[in-house]
């Protein structure tokens, strides 16, 4: 890796840093033996290749402590963590520690991946998954997941961020795992007993922007950001003006060193849609050309993208169905059909899908895409791509995730707002369709805690947070007052993080363990009856409504189809029945004496495979 610090083979370690804007450098040295208190040794770093300042110091080896001093052309200095830190153990405003990359026991050598047919995804955020918040705590929950019929963690960002809890997203050191969360070694053995038990293990990297607190490279390396470019966060990240070549090669290591160094098994890209990149090929196509020539040369590594333009040349395949790009794409479209469905909410986003539900929902599970180049009012504009090509696995489905809970004012999870006899219609269309399922951490158990927003800013910067929080909800009807305003917790409040962890003892009390059965049942019918048909899928399905009942059906590459029925209605119908087979699951599906068709009540479901 050229940014950093690395361990020579012959002892010693070299320090790299690039700062175009500085006029020297020097490595800032912790001699953390030295008594009575440890002292800083200074060594002058010498100017290489533009931009590059680089250091070797024969003594220093993993575990040394280190920052950067950098003085500017207005004559100020910064004393910084260095941005390609492998550790902060101290936090992100402290020194950085050199790793050994190497040095970790890796146990399960033989570690080749899964096929993304296999995946059933499960987003969790480390530090409220667990009561201790930990690598070592998660570790040890991970046979139950396995059991449950879980395939692929994809754990939220762990770039190092400020103070002791964070959603992640707001990370400004991309290299170094939060140390609230445990070492680096210990996140290896994290991922070393997930792969013991067949899980593959995905890492959510934010490439967007840096958070608010922690990025010094605003202030000695402006050339990181183009400012001619906006995003929800300032500056767009610079991928396509001048000096883009070193920033993209910050995050095309990025991803090596998560994927190679940790042995990640994939990557999702966070908001890819606000990326300013008009190279070609763009950074998206670059880091995963990059993880395909590297990594995936001998073992599967997938790229997963959230992109709500709803872009579908990155997923293309080749002739072969091999992804030429990304593996998959979280696929809004699936839950916002579903939420409306559920709910009956309309407000923001929802509106473009509040007129006609259900017609959304049998275009996305069937075809991927709900918009697919219509206009979409919300937006203004065009919306999407024709997706009916790309195989149902190319598409992420869930009914939540952590934006869906977290940015509700109350993180409130599915069951606090939804219909609950539509519940089990909706866990068979997303568990029980061709399209890759993925669970937020508690919903396989209906958990009760709530998913809030939370982080651990200094005062001045919490106080904007919680402030710009509550004006965000006051469009909403259900917040026009000061009381139900007030009510919103405080992102910044201990108390709030503490809130959002699981209660693991609900899993054996109704009505959650009623969930949980539902959820294990579900799985081991789809490990059953659908997983070994779907490596063959090339292409979507299709659907129709008759009588308020949704059809959808897809086409195994054994010749058989495999078909879903659905009822969100108010009202018991009846719709034709068409073709059958064998039953796979049903619920509220009644048979009609003397006629073909079947009688459904709210909620009902089923689903079949036949020829």
């Known amino acids: 890796m050229p940014f950093g610090a690395q361990l020579l083979p012959r002892g010693g370690t070299r320090f790299r840093v690039w700062a175009p804007s500085v006029t020297c450098a020097e490595l800032q040295l912790l001699e953390t033996e030295a008594a009575p208190a440890p002292r800083t040794r200074s060594c002058p770093m010498r100017a290489t290749e533009p931009g590059w300042h680089e250091v070797t110091v024969p003594e220093a080896g993993a575990g040394s402590r280190y920052k950067f001093l950098l003085h500017l052309e207005d004559g100020t200095a910064w004393s910084v963590p260095d941005p390609a830190s492998r550790s902060n153990p101290d936090g992100v405003h402290e020194a950085s520690s050199v790793v050994d990359p190497r040095a970790h026991a890796w146990r399960e050598t033989v570690w080749r991946g899964r096929a993304w ?16 918040g930990t690598f070592a705590a998660a570790a040890a929950r991970l046979p139950e997941l396995a059991a449950l019929g879980v395939t692929a963690l994809q754990l939220m960002p762990l770039a190092a961020f400020p103070g002791a809890r964070n959603w992640g997203y707001d990370g400004v050191l991309p290299f170094a795992p939060a140390a609230c969360y445990g070492t680096p070694d210990e996140l290896k053995t994290f991922i070393d007993r997930a792969h013991a038990l067949g899980l593959m293990v995905l890492l959510d990297v934010v490439y967007n922007h840096f958070g608010p607190d922690g990025n010094y490279l605003h202030v000695y390396c402006p050339q990181f950001f183009n400012p001619a470019q906006r995003t929800p966060w300032g500056a767009a990240i610079n991928f396509d003006g001048p000096s883009s070549r070193t920033v993209r090669d910050y995050f095309v290591h990025n991803a090596l060193y998560w994927t190679e160094e940790y042995r990640f098994d994939g990557l999702r890209l966070d908001a890819m849609h606000a990326f300013r990149d008009s190279s070609r090929p763009d950074i998206v196509c670059e880091l995963a050309q990059a993880l395909r020539e590297g990594p995936g040369r001998d073992r599967q590594v997938h790229l997963v993208l959230e992109n709500n333009r709803n872009e579908a040349h990155y997923l293309a395949r080749d002739a072969r169905g091999r992804a030429l790009h990304a593996t998959a794409q979280w696929d809004d479209d699936v839950h916002h059909a579903l939420h409306v469905l559920l709910s009956g909410e309309g407000d923001g986003y929802y509106a473009d899908y509040a007129p006609d539900p259900l017609a959304r929902l049998g275009r996305a599970l069937a075809e991927g895409f709900a918009y697919q180049g219509e206009h979409s009012a919300f937006r203004g504009k065009s919306r999407g791509a024709p997706s009916s090509q790309l195989p149902p696995g190319a598409f992420v489905g869930f009914l939540q995730n952590h934006d869906m809970v977290g940015n509700r004012a109350f993180g409130g999870r599915v069951d606090s707002f ?32 709530p998913f809030l927003f939370f982080c651990d ?48 003892a609900e899993r054996s ?32 399905g299709r659907y129709r409504i008759e009588s308020t009942a949704l059809h959808v059906a897809w086409d195994l590459a054994d010749g058989s189809t495999w078909r879903l029925l659905a009822h969100f209605g108010q009202v018991t119908v009846e719709t034709a029945q068409g073709p059958v087979g064998d039953v796979i699951f049903s619920a509220g599906v009644h048979d009609v004496p003397r006629s073909p068709c079947v009688r459904l009540d709210p909620g009902a479901v089923r689903v079949s495979r036949g020829r």
């Not at 995804?121 to 530090?127: N, P, S, T």
């Not at 363990?513 to 899928?537: N, T």
């Open 117 to 132: 047919a296999d995946a059933v995804v499960y987003e969790l955020h480390v530090g409220t998954f667990t009561p201790q």
């Open 509 to 540: 009390q109704s009505p959650h363990r009623e969930r949980l059965a539902l959820v294990r049942e579900l799985l081991a019918l789809r490990r059953l009856e659908l997983a070994p048909h779907l490596a063959g899928l090339r292409h979507g």
């Open 418 to 449: 939804a219909d609950a006899r539509f519940l089990v219609a909706a866990y068979a269309c997303l568990l029980l369709t061709p399209l890759v399922p993925m669970l937020f951490m508690g919903e396989e158990f209906a958990a009760s805690t």
């Open 457 to 504: 800013f200094g005062p001045e910067l919490a106080a904007a947070v919680a402030a710009g929080r509550r004006r965000e909800f006051q469009r909403f009807a259900a917040f026009t007052d000061g009381a139900a305003i007030a009510r919103i917790p405080d992102p910044n409040a201990a108390a709030t993080f503490e809130a959002s962890k699981l209660r693991w």
